[in-house]
């Protein structure tokens, strides 16, 4: 039981280059999230997903894309990277207990630096 | 608007207890997370009320009012290896795209 695992751990890409992050859970969860974690701004949620083939938009969608085509992955992509969106990308999963969030398990983060 | 703070730093002594508090506002309320995350290390579950009062687990404690918007995280018997930033984290939301919503963190540092 792996829990919630992130690839690749590190990236730098120059401005321009497109990338996609990958998460995987193999706890049977409903939801997932992706976050940026920056210095002084504490965890904003990009994009997140009640359930395989939905994703809604999070506090800071633009620049993003997702997707969630098998119930175990959920995939963040930039299509054109910016120095701004050098962060820690932190996954997470989790239960949904009577329509309300349970406890979220997060991945180890990917660590990206745009140049 | 949703909003939630907790102190940016807080020090305290190893062996002596801290309080750590959180208040927060949101557009319906199902719940309190808290969060612990070392540097550069993910955030790891401590504790969630529901409920009003106080939630004991080992040296860990999480208290909530729902009336008041607030909560509080209490560790005793600090140890070293406590220190770290903790997350205060909101379940909102009127239906079922809840989302949680986090604070910025408090990052505690532990003097021996």
């Known amino acids: 039981n792996a829990g919630v695992t992130q690839t690749p751990k590190f990236r730098v890409l120059k401005t321009g280059q497109s990338m ?8 049977n969860h409903e939801y997932m999230y992706w976050y940026r974690q920056d210095p002084g701004m504490g965890l904003r949620l ?3 997903s009640v359930g395989e083939g939905t994703t809604a938009k999070g506090e800071v969608p633009d620049g993003y894309n997702v997707s969630r085509l098998k119930k175990q992955n959920f995939l963040l ?20 207990v009577a329509g309300v969030v ?6 180890p983060g990917t660590r990206l630096t745009v140049l | 608007g949703q909003n939630i703070d907790q102190p940016t730093e807080m020090t305290a002594t190893e ?9 927060y506002q949101t557009s319906g309320f199902n719940g ?3 969060y ?8 790891t579950f401590l504790s969630y009320n529901v409920l009003d009062g106080l939630e004991e687990k080992g040296r860990f404690s999480s208290f909530l009012s729902r009336s008041k918007g607030y909560s509080y995280l209490l560790l005793k018997e600090l140890q070293m290896k406590d220190s770290a930033s903790y997350l205060c984290a909101a379940v909102g939301g009127m239906n079922r795209d809840d989302k949680i919503i ?3 963190g408090t990052r505690l540092h532990i003097l021996p």
């Open chain 1, 20 to 27: 996609t992050l990958l998460c995987a859970q193999d706890m």
């Open chain 1, 46 to 48: 990009i994009h997140y």
């Open chain 1, 77 to 96: 992509g930039l299509e054109s990277a910016a120095p701004s969106q050098t962060s820690v990308y932190f996954c997470a999963s989790s239960y949904e």
């Open chain 1, 102 to 107: 349970d406890t979220q398990y997060f991945g």
């Open chain 2, 15 to 23: 062996g002596a207890i801290v309080q750590i508090n959180c208040t």
């Open chain 2, 32 to 34: 309190l997370f808290w």
């Open chain 2, 36 to 43: 612990q995350q070392h540097a550069g290390e993910a955030p």
């Open chain 2, 102 to 104: 986090f604070g910025k």
